[in-house]
């Protein structure tokens, strides 16, 4: 069911990511998917086999690197190249629309970089708190 809300005018359609239809929110669950953000960051502006990314994303399943791939190429961020050859060799690649997220991912790890210490350290701050909580 896609949400939106109507303005003054009348057939004047917006978009409205905070109603609980907007197909808006898939596609923000996609891009803020931590999976989806650092394959965007390894694939950069190259073209790399399903090993290699495999490789570049430390931590990633075999399972959750598939999924993701599946789920990205689906909303067209990548494009998934088959190669005919024994053995079948599969590429992927950024489309022009998963190349345009690799600014504002990139300033979001720039971010988490930035503030890294500062969020280490609400974050002992807050469980020495909230330790006598738990008890």
């Known amino acids: 069911m ?5 303005g003054a005018e009348a057939g004047e359609r917006r978009i409205d990511p905070y ?10 669950d996609r891009i803020g998917d931590r999976w ?11 073209t790399a086999r399903f090993s290699e990314l ?6 990633i399943s075999q399972k959750m690197l598939t999924q993701t ?3 990205m190429e689906r909303d067209g ?14 590429e992927y690649t950024l489309t022009d629309a998963g190349l ?7 300033a979001l790890e720039d971010w988490s970089i930035e503030h890294l210490g500062s969020v280490l350290d609400h974050q002992a701050s807050y469980d ?7 008890r």
Do not use: N
């Open 69 to 71: 791939l599946r789920g």
């Open 54 to 59: 495999k490789r570049r994303v430390e931590g």
């Open 100 to 106: 345009s997220l690799r600014a504002p991912l990139k």
């Open 128 to 134: 020495v708190r909230a330790a006598p909580e738990a």
């Open 77 to 90: 961020l990548v494009l998934r190249t088959v190669h005919p050859e024994v053995p079948v060799r599969v």
């Open 2 to 6: 896609v949400t939106t809300v109507f």
């Open 36 to 46: 989806t953000v650092l394959i965007v960051g390894a694939l950069g502006a190259d």
């Open 19 to 28: 109603s609980a239809g907007c197909p808006t929110r898939r596609i923000l």
